[in-house]
């Protein structure tokens, strides 16, 4: 199985840069309603991917946050609790899937380590699914 055939491609995702500050990055997760995004540098590669929860800790231990504050803060100086592990696009589903077990996400990166897309958990588990309704439906009909 060829994993391309579930990237969704960069273009399509919402990811913030490394000289993202702390405000983009928040405003840009609300607007896009998502949990985690990817980190990527200037000229496309993968840094690593930030939560809603390494925000969340970040705030907590700055005295007299505010919204202004986070307009200068940049992205890479918020410590990250884990970053989500990428694969090439050559890899295999059992990689892919080992992976998605413990991330939302699972960034594809190629050779250079240049982001292109992303596999999401939901993915994988609809695919696996209609495996499953396929392969029953054969078996009724056996």
């Not at 840094?47 to 705030?59: H, K, N, Q």
């Not at 990250?80 to 960034?107: G, H, L, T, W």
């Not at 699914?129 to 439906?137: I, P």
Request: aromatic share 10%.
């Amino acid at each position: 199985m060829n994993i391309l055939f579930f990237i969704k491609p960069k273009i399509e995702i919402a990811y913030i840069e490394d000289s993202d500050t702390l405000r983009q990055a928040m405003e840009k997760m609300e607007k896009h309603q998502y949990t985690s995004v990817p980190i990527l540098s200037r000229s496309g590669k993968y840094i690593g991917s930030m939560t809603e929860g390494d925000i969340l800790w970040y705030c907590k231990n700055i005295l007299d946050f505010n919204i202004k504050a986070a307009e200068q803060i940049p992205v890479t100086e918020i410590p990250r609790r884990a970053d989500y592990q990428p694969v090439k696009a050559n890899s295999n589903m059992e990689d892919i899937i080992s992976r998605a077990m413990n991330q939302n996400f699972v960034p594809v990166t190629d050779d250079a380590g240049h982001f292109i897309g992303i596999i999401t958990r939901k993915d994988l588990i609809d695919f696996a699914y209609n495996l499953l309704k396929k392969e029953q439906t054969a078996e009724k009909i056996t």
